[in-house]
């Protein structure tokens, strides 16, 4: 099966400073990567995702890139503010495997002002 | 996206005893899935849901222990059966928005266990 790896586990940032998440997953046919936010005591919330016909995908201050030949793809947050400190989570499912996600381990970042 | 809530939102239960979750959504999804996240964890697959039919488990994961039902469109329950300590945990819901071709996948607001 699917297996996502999450690095770094914890990132701490200055406020205004870029952060960069990466996810590299094992199963070739995976075709559908997401990104959720989780804040603490809360439900993960989707933020942006990317499918495997796109190499970039760009929302405001949130990026994520793709790269399918090595498998791994990356969540890019720019001038970053304090509410951006939350646990986020890398996931990769694929359509022909009934759109199950399977999640990285997380990333807890904190913005310091 | 469709709104989801979940009953109860938290619940403090006795080993050996069972807990029944419910999962309710606003709109008709194909999909309805249930995660569990251990305190301080990821998010883990517990099995999906499937309407009119048995859910599908994931490996680790069995019916006696975990039995769901999915009697329609809008709603799904999950239960945690015959508990021990080792059950504590925050345990979602999940459904797939359907957008045409594309997907999304969205979750409800968690039942946070503790078994005493």
């Known amino acids: 099966g699917e297996n996502v790896e999450q690095h770094p586990s914890t990132l701490s940032v200055q406020e205004g400073d870029s952060a960069v998440i990466k996810c590299t997953y094992s199963d070739s046919a995976s075709n559908y990567f997401p990104w959720y936010k989780q804040e603490l005591g809360k439900r993960p919330q989707l933020i942006i995702d990317?499918?495997?016909?796109?190499g970039e995908k760009k929302d405001q201050r949130i990026a994520v890139t793709l790269n399918k030949t090595a498998k791994h793809f990356s969540l890019h947050i720019t001038e970053t503010q304090p509410e951006d400190s939350a646990v986020y989570f890398c996931?990769?499912?694929?359509?022909?495997?009934?759109?199950?996600?399977?999640f990285g381990t997380g990333t807890q970042l904190k913005v310091e002002l | 996206s469709a709104v989801i809530s979940q009953k109860p939102s938290r619940d403090i239960c006795q080993r050996g005893t069972s807990l029944t979750i419910q999962c309710q959504v606003d709109s008709q999804v194909t999909m309805m899935f249930w995660y569990r996240q251990q305190p301080g964890q990821s998010l883990t697959l517990i099995a999906t849901?499937?309407?009119?039919?048995?859910?599908?488990?994931e490996s680790g994961f069995v019916i006696d222990k975990f039995p769901i039902s999915r009697p329609n469109l809008t709603f799904s329950t999950l239960t945690v059966s015959n508990m021990s300590p080792e059950d504590s945990s925050i345990y979602l819901c999940s459904v797939e928005d359907r957008q045409g071709f594309t997907y999304e996948q969205y979750f409800g607001p968690g039942t946070r266990l503790t078994v005493t």
């Open positions: 990317i499918r495997s016909n796109v």
């Open positions: 996931a990769a499912s694929w359509t022909g495997g009934g759109n199950k996600l399977t």
């Open positions: 849901a499937n309407q009119g039919s048995e859910a599908t488990y």
